[in-house]
């Protein structure tokens, strides 16, 4: 029996349905039941007049001196996470290695690096240094590794192997064609991805702070608890604006590397 | 490539990129009173963790399959609310449709700006406004997956066949027409492929969204940390993701039966 399209798409968006209402079905609603509009406006109205005065007050805990420190904790976890990511790339591409058993156990590091969500390692730092942005740093640099290793692989694997060759035709030895050949192809992606992931690496840093970090995110938290909105509103505004600028920044950046 | 722009001629361009680099290096090593001391005496805790989490608690699994199917049920559902709401979005944030860069721009600016928001803060917020629970973790889903899926939706608009909208302005459709005849048939099954990816990422996500108390296995994975049991924190990673495996697997083979 052929069915027609019609019929199969009708059958498909039919079958979607009924798993999106089982889903549905499942789902404790009862939030919205204590939701009030009034307070809802109250908020959004006070959302919408950031606190101005608390941006810059020219002590270390404004929400100015924050946002730097939530920058540098990105810069620095970035730079751990770049500089560590490059010898478990070297372990883990293919390329590289006669042996298929070496570059196996390289991904599975990064995998079991990448699987930890950046909280996790942040709540296993603080209890190695101590609260506050180091722990931040490493726990966003641990992280950056097992991010960074892959794509640095998967940049490696999928490289040009014309100029290794040529490199080998001449005698080349491993280490020469390294810096000859491929090093010169690959540093150009590799510091994109670095600054792509600096980036990512300022979001995660102000989020750090909800668990004691540092960065932003614990003057955050603590004005969300305390309902001053138009404190959280400032401090939204001044990450959002952060990373859009950072974003325009490593986005020319990384079109001048190409 | 000329001689003059081998690195013999170029040298102080490059130095003066390492200097800036080291520089900001430094100034962030200093900012951040990083103490590589302090970690090296410390790091016998490391291998406490590392000895506890290696030892992950299997007994514990049974107790997380219904938080797990929460999970995915609120990923489920808030992928596709924040598809179906990011596909107008996206359609508007593309001159392809509008015809009017200034709306495009506007679009645009609002879509970034949504983006940027990291979705624990975001998680974080709707907490403090809608309330604790499952439902909030619903709305914080769709609108983590509007903002990533917007951008890769008007990514893929931008890259369309133009000629069927010429065809299809030239027997007089209005734009509304030709948003749903000539653009959506070409980026349907982008969209569908995007769904899927977005649905990884958030049940990859759903870890930190219990942090925020907003359902689902991360409220799992908090109570373990909380209570320092990281023989349950292991078992509850790993699991999350096996599961992460199985669905980018099943994703991965509908996306490519989409082609």
Redesign the interface.
């Given at each position: 029996m052929k069915v027609s399209a019609k019929c199969k798409h009708w059958m498909t968006a039919l079958i979607v349905l009924a798993v999106l209402v089982w889903c549905a079905a499942d789902i404790d609603w009862s939030t919205f039941r204590y939701f009030s509009w009034g307070s809802f406006r109250g908020t959004m109205a006070s959302l919408f007049q950031p606190d101005w005065s608390a941006f810059y007050t020219g002590s270390t805990e404004d929400i100015f001196s924050l946002m730097i420190m939530t920058i540098a904790i990105g810069f620095f976890g970035t730079s751990i996470g770049t500089v560590l990511a490059i010898p478990f790339t070297l372990l883990s591409a293919r390329n590289l290695w006669k042996n298929p058993v070496v570059p196996r156990i390289g991904k599975f590091i990064l995998d079991v690096l990448r699987a930890f969500p950046e909280l996790v390692y942040a709540i296993i730092f603080i209890k190695v240094v101590g609260p506050g942005p180091f722990a931040g740093v490493l726990a966003i640099g641990i992280h950056q590794v097992g991010m960074m290793g892959k794509l640095f692989t998967e940049e490696m694997e999928r490289m040009d192997e014309t100029a290794v060759e040529a490199c080998h035709a001449v005698g080349a030895n491993g280490v020469q064609t390294m810096f000859f050949a491929r090093i010169p192809q690959l540093m150009p992606i590799y510091a994109s991805l670095a600054l792509n992931h600096f980036e990512i690496a300022v979001r995660s840093a102000s989020t750090l702070g909800l668990v004691g970090a540092g960065g932003i995110g614990a003057t955050l938290i603590f004005a969300i608890q305390a309902a001053r909105w138009s404190r959280v509103s400032i401090i939204l505004l001044t990450v959002i604006m952060t990373v859009f600028l950072l974003d325009l920044l490593t986005g020319w950046i990384r079109k001048k590397l190409r | 490539m000329k001689i003059k722009d081998t690195v013999h001629f170029q040298w102080y361009k490059s130095l003066f990129v390492v200097v800036i680099l080291a520089l900001?290096?430094f100034?962030?090593?200093w900012?951040?009173?990083?103490?590589f001391k302090?970690?090296a005496g410390?790091?016998g805790?490391?291998s406490v963790?590392l000895r506890k989490l290696a030892n992950p608690d299997f007994n514990y699994l049974n107790r997380l399959v219904d938080p797990m199917?929460?999970t995915l049920?609120?990923s489920?559902?808030g992928t596709?609310i924040g598809v179906l709401l990011a596909i107008p979005f996206a359609f508007l944030a593309t001159t392809v449709v509008t015809d009017n860069p200034i709306v495009t721009h506007i679009f645009r600016f609002f879509l970034?700006?949504i983006r940027?928001?990291?979705n624990?803060?975001l998680a974080?917020?709707l907490v403090?406004?809608?309330?604790?629970?499952?439902?909030?973790g619903?709305v914080t889903i769709a609108i983590f997956t509007f903002g990533v899926t917007s951008q890769l939706i008007f990514e893929a608009i931008e890259t369309i066949d133009l000629s069927p909208l010429e065809a299809a302005m030239a027997v007089g459709a209005n734009k509304l027409k030709i948003a749903v005849w000539a653009v959506w048939p070409q980026v349907a099954s982008s969209v569908a492929s995007y769904t899927f990816y977005a649905f990884e990422l958030n049940v990859r996500a759903s870890?930190?969204l219990g942090?925020?108390g907003a359902?689902g296995i991360g409220v799992k994975?908090n109570e373990a940390?909380g209570l320092f049991r990281y023989e349950r924190?292991s078992i509850i990673?790993?699991f999350?993701?096996a599961v992460v495996v199985v669905v980018d697997a099943i994703s991965e083979a509908i996306r490519r039966r989409l082609k």
């Open positions: - | 900001c290096l100034g962030s090593i900012y951040t009173n990083a103490d302090q970690l410390n790091i805790q490391v963790f199917v929460k049920k609120m489920a559902l596709v970034n700006i940027t928001i990291p624990l803060l974080a917020l403090a406004i809608i309330g604790i629970g499952e439902a909030t619903v870890t930190v942090y925020v359902g994975l940390l924190v990673i790993l999350i993701f």
